[in-house]
């Protein structure tokens, strides 16, 4: 989506010694030898003050925690390429918390053995050209019941003559709760991570709960008057001849976003 960004230093220039200790014994902590290759990536983004050192230190410290609690016997570097484009791609985000931990998740998976068959080249790219916006609305998606979050989308019209349009697609609800997030809606589907599915209500507990329960809420409330105040001399309506229609669906994420999902949180691949 987003124009690629251009290297920053070549990695075929990192000092050998620095591959070499985090391909050496198994004994030598591997966050260790990680770190020694981001600082060298991420030198001169210091010495700029891009990255300042707080950042930093703590980037090192997640790597750290991460990579001590894979065993010995998982721990795998022969996607090492992976992890390098890796911080290549994400070098310019570091600045927020969540943000370095997403990463440090991402790299951590990278260098275990019981993660990284999953792994692609796609990944850093992908995390690299989301927000933490973005990541947030696929945790919601996640963590909703199996994984299966009710999507709504809304449509105001005349009631008299019927002339309407699309307003307000893609709400996402959670629980009591409501995420309007359009631009994150549309990114995390042009990177293929959401199974949408339109005009397609979910009958089983505990979604017609759901559904009911925001359009009775006092946030759907103010939604109707806002889309009111927003359309009614469009449409040359009163508040009683204004309609609005809410299109049930719901929004799932696909093999690809499982997968990157399972990296990113830290969470066991299913």
């Known amino acids: 989506m987003s124009e690629e960004k251009k290297s920053l230093i070549n990695i075929e220039l990192i000092p050998k010694e620095l591959i070499t200790n985090v391909l050496g014994p198994s004994s030598i902590a591997l966050g260790e030898g990680l770190g020694g290759i981001v600082n060298y990536i991420l030198l001169p983004l210091r010495k700029l003050n891009v990255v300042k050192e707080k950042e930093y230190n703590d980037f090192i410290e997640k790597i750290n925690g991460k990579t001590d609690t894979i065993p010995v016997e998982n721990r ?3 996607k090492i390429g992976l992890a390098l484009k890796l911080m290549e791609d994400t070098r310019y985000q570091l600045e927020e918390k969540e943000m370095r931990e997403y990463c440090a998740n991402l790299l951590a998976g990278l260098v275990d053995s019981r993660k990284n068959i999953h792994s692609t080249p796609r990944f850093s790219t992908i995390l690299s050209n989301l927000t933490v916006t973005d990541i947030k609305l696929l945790e919601v998606i996640i963590k909703s019941p199996k994984s299966v979050a009710a999507l709504i989308s809304l449509a105001v019209y005349n009631k008299e003559t019927s002339v309407g349009m ?9 629980g ?3 995420h309007f997030e359009p631009l994150s809606f549309e990114t995390l589907n042009a990177y293929n991570l959401l199974e949408i599915h339109h ?5 089983n507990s505990p979604f017609p709960k759901i559904y009911d329960e925001f359009e009775k809420s006092s946030d759907f409330q103010k939604i109707v008057t806002s889309q009111y105040e927003l359309f009614k001399d469009q449409f040359d309506i009163t508040f009683e001849t204004f309609g609005i229609s809410m299109e049930k669906g719901f929004v799932t994420l696909s093999e690809t976003g499982r997968t990157f999902s399972s990296f990113i949180f830290g969470m066991e691949q299913e």
Do not use: A, K, M, R
């Open 166 to 174: 699309d307003s307000l697609p893609n709400i996402v609800l959670d």
């Open 76 to 78: 795998d570097v022969s």
């Open 199 to 203: 005009n397609d209500e979910l009958v």
């Open 176 to 178: 009591n709760d409501y």
